[in-house]
């Protein structure tokens, strides 16, 4: 069982920088991938950025690549999701969430933050 609180989402002008924190409550999160993504209104929830625990690799969207850097602190057990040079089109609700193994599908994950807004205004 892993629980997940987001944090950090809010207003920001286009060009500006967020950054979104992700604490999981787990005994253990080797072996997880931790995933953030998104949901505008209307859309589907979307891939954004994920990183594999235990080997620290990371995996973005084409959509973020070069303006978003995830990562994560082991010993607090945070992710984190660097956002810079937003655009309006990021504005949506930004979720964490974890899983064993890798995927960027959102429906293989099976634990969830609650989610942050993220608007970014033009």
């Known amino acids: 069982q892993v629980q997940l609180v987001e944090s950090g989402g809010g207003l920001v002008q286009a060009g500006g920088s967020l950054r979104l924190s992700c604490a999981a409550s787990?005994?253990?999160?080797?072996?997880?991938?931790m995933g953030w993504f998104r949901q505008a209104p209307g859309k589907e929830r979307e891939f954004v950025a994920a990183i594999r625990w235990s080997t620290d690799t990371t995996y973005y969207a084409d959509y973020v690549k070069g303006r978003f850097t995830i990562s994560r602190d082991n010993g607090k057990n945070t992710v984190y999701l660097q956002m810079n040079s937003l655009k309006s089109e990021d504005t949506a609700v930004y979720y964490c969430?974890?899983?064993?193994?890798?995927?960027?599908?959102?429906?293989?994950?099976?634990?969830w933050g609650q989610g942050t807004q993220v608007t970014v205004s033009s």
């Open positions: 787990a005994r253990t999160l080797d072996g997880y991938t």
């Open positions: 969430a974890s899983k064993l193994g890798l995927s960027r599908s959102p429906t293989a994950y099976d634990y």
